[in-house]
């Protein structure tokens, strides 16, 4: 650990911030906009910037590099097509000026060049999971484990994933934003790192203890998110609500399955889904996720969540006091989850819930990531001057 006369402070340097890309503002952007509060002269480069004016705030009008995908055909709508290239896009950044790089990855910024003399620090928020964990559950939902396309995909996403391995000493520091992430970077890339939850505004939410009688699903409706597996177990319970907050290629789909009991609400703003949230009986999780933001807001409503026991929920919710786990993603497990938590509710009080999800505050993560940042600025000094 560096000494008090060995710290300095980050931000006499010239500083590079990487981001994927920019199109909506999600978990990532938040991590985005923490970083760059903390560190407020740096320049920013993504691959593509289509972030719609309301949700530019925390730019704060700052110029921003973008990379030949912005140019592309139809970038705004077909960015995720364009992965192939996204490689060779991100190694055509020239962050040769700058004394510190910092990406924030779940796709391909990690992979930016640096060199010897560069410090470069990488947060991921998700590793690129359609070309390794849900390699063959991706393939099969977007209909190309056959035929011409699977063909054509399969040797592409091959590509990608062996350029990805090939990344990992890019990085001098790995930042993982859970325990599930760092054991996804340990067997990806075979290296440590180091944990620090994301950052929520919990103190933006009150403690709502007038529940109404309904469960909420929020999420956007693809494959892997499980929401099938919730329609199919609210079938089995037609006396209770489901209200399902999202939208995505799965709609149809889960329409034409639910029963009666079940509402569809589509894609809603982020004040509305909040109101919703926090007066919903519980919050419904049943997907395997580096991380949940969503799961954290609902706590700090007060809102007790129901989540499968995989992924990072397992280091959010609390059992017995912010909510309680399924053990398998199955619909039956998750009827028996619910009936459970119905039995058990009146024990868990809204206040104690709210307080299982102060431990991933705004502040702590600043606060944490900017320690971080002076403990491995020294470490990488004091290596130039060892004899």
């Not at 719609?52 to 705030?57: K, L």
């Not at 990344?167 to 599930?180: C, G, M």
């Not at 703003?269 to 933001?293: C, M, N, Q, T, Y």
Request: proline letters at 5%.
């Amino acid at each position: 650990m560096p000494t008090e006369t060995q710290k300095f402070d980050p931000n006499s340097l010239r500083i590079a911030i990487v981001h994927d890309w920019l199109v909506t503002y999600g978990g990532a952007e938040r991590v985005l906009e923490q970083l760059l509060l903390l560190f407020p002269q740096a320049d920013l480069f993504t691959l593509c910037d289509f972030l719609p004016a309301a949700d530019r705030g925390f730019l704060q009008g700052r110029t921003i590099t973008t990379s030949v995908i912005q140019k592309l055909p139809r970038a705004g709508n077909w960015y995720r097509r364009y992965l192939p290239v996204m490689p060779y896009a991100i190694e055509q950044f020239d962050l040769g000026g700058y004394d510190l790089v910092i990406s924030s990855s779940h796709a391909v910024a990690h992979g930016v060049l640096t060199n010897s003399d560069q410090l470069h620090l990488s947060y991921f928020n998700n590793t690129m999971v359609y070309v390794w964990d849900l390699y063959h559950h991706y393939l099969r939902g977007a209909g190309l484990h056959r035929g011409l396309g699977g063909l054509i995909a399969r040797p592409l996403l091959h590509y990608v994933r062996t350029w990805d391995a090939a990344t990992a000493p890019r990085v001098d520091r790995y930042i993982a934003n859970s325990k599930h992430m760092q054991r996804r970077i340990r067997k990806v890339y075979g290296r440590e790192s180091q944990v620090i939850y994301p950052p929520v505004d919990t103190e933006r939410f009150a403690v709502w203890t007038n529940k109404e009688d309904y469960y909420i699903v929020v999420s956007r409706l693809v494959p892997f998110k499980r929401i099938d597996l919730v329609v199919e177990a609210f079938q089995r319970m037609p006396t209770r609500r489901l209200m399902v907050v999202g939208d995505g290629p799965e709609l149809s789909r889960l329409k034409s399955r639910a029963s009666s009991n079940v509402e569809f609400v589509g894609f809603r703003p982020a004040g509305e889904v909040h109101d919703r949230v926090k007066r919903a009986r519980a919050f419904l999780f049943p997907s395997v996720e580096p991380f949940g933001i969503a799961v954290v807001e609902a706590l700090a409503s007060g809102t007790p969540v129901i989540a499968y026991a995989g992924g990072a929920a397992l280091e959010i919710v609390s059992e017995g006091r912010g909510g309680t786990f399924f053990r398998e993603q199955t619909p039956q497990a998750m009827v028996q989850a619910i009936e459970r938590f119905e039995q058990a509710k009146k024990s868990l009080d809204a206040r104690t819930v709210h307080e299982t999800a102060e431990q991933f505050s705004v502040s702590r993560f600043r606060n944490q990531f900017r320690r971080m940042v002076e403990n491995e600025l020294v470490l990488f000094r004091s290596r130039d001057q060892a004899p």
